[in-house]
């Protein structure tokens, strides 16, 4: 069994969005030299998402729109984490509601997706460096 | 090292609907001939979900009222990404809320559930065939 | 390829709460003597969730509050899957929104996480004991 890791390092210009990592996995599968397995990628900080749908800026904006709706950022007193001075309990729940992590079939050497599957970032309290691990294993 | 790979093709005949596939993966495990590792289970698609939870009538009932109530099917122009042609935003909604994939352990040849884990095919823009992947690794 | 499995039981006094199960998943991890590799944890149990976030009480008490309001426990009627005789069709739905499993890099004989990154296991109709599978392989 072979294994890899790979950390990724994204910076997010605003509070909330999707940044599209697929060709960075891709990249690190072909560093691996892995042709089947399991590649998870995960955000390595609480208040980001790794998710899989599609690249399609329309449907961003409806994500962040029902998730805003779900669980607003403002007023910030609502929730009781952000009395310990933080202002991101909701970044803590819409990451709940999108996933921590995705699990990907290698196959074939490639990440093996149907015709729209695509991997986001997505960061609900950004404007700061974030890590992203990229952990393959297989063979 | 061992891996398997499958392909489920499923068509539900309604637009939202869930469909019990525990037995399509526990014929992929056997297949296989894998006794110890992990199994990946995920559509292909971006509207669709695999999750594990109860095979019971009402709570499948019970989830569409509440994902509907979420996320409304209509009216299909609140939502940006209905702009491009489609009326499909809802199930892209849907779906993150229900999750992707399942990972599940493999022990002894087979899945490792507590009594009441059976494994669904959810989808949110049905009728049309999909495929379901699995994929398995271990020994 | 090594392959370790661990069921830790819980025991949740109340009908919600959050347990922090990191020191038990490092235990387990300790024990398989893997290095490298994938480590599954799930609940063997359909109204429960594990989930990776952060171990502040104030954020627990918001996530409880949000998922109250999202899929409220009461009144009961409103459920179909409670016509059964069961009480719990909410818990089934909150353990979808908070998501069943994780699955965790192990590197170097650690769960390869970031700074605030803790395991905690989510229960929504607890008192009673419940088992969380942990799942290991790798070498």
């Known amino acids: ?64 729109q029902w998730l805003e709706r779900l669980a607003p950022h403002e007023p910030t007193s609502q929730y009781r984490h952000n009395d310990t001075g933080e202002d991101n309990a909701d970044a803590h729940i819409k990451r709940q509601v999108m996933g921590r992590e995705v699990v990907v079939a290698v196959t074939n050497g490639g990440l093996d997706f149907g015709t729209w599957e695509q991997i986001f970032y997505g960061d609900f309290d950004g404007r700061r460096r974030k890590r992203v691990l990229v952990k393959i294993i297989g063979e």
């Open 1 to 64: 069994m072979k294994s890899y890791r790979k950390e990724l390092t994204l910076n997010l210009p605003a509070r909330r969005g999707f940044i599209n990592i697929t060709q960075l996995v891709e990249e690190a599968l072909r560093e691996s030299g892995i042709r089947e397995g399991l590649c998870l990628v995960n955000p390595m900080h609480i208040t980001a998402s790794v998710f899989i749908n599609d690249d399609e800026s329309g449907l961003h904006h409806d994500y962040d």
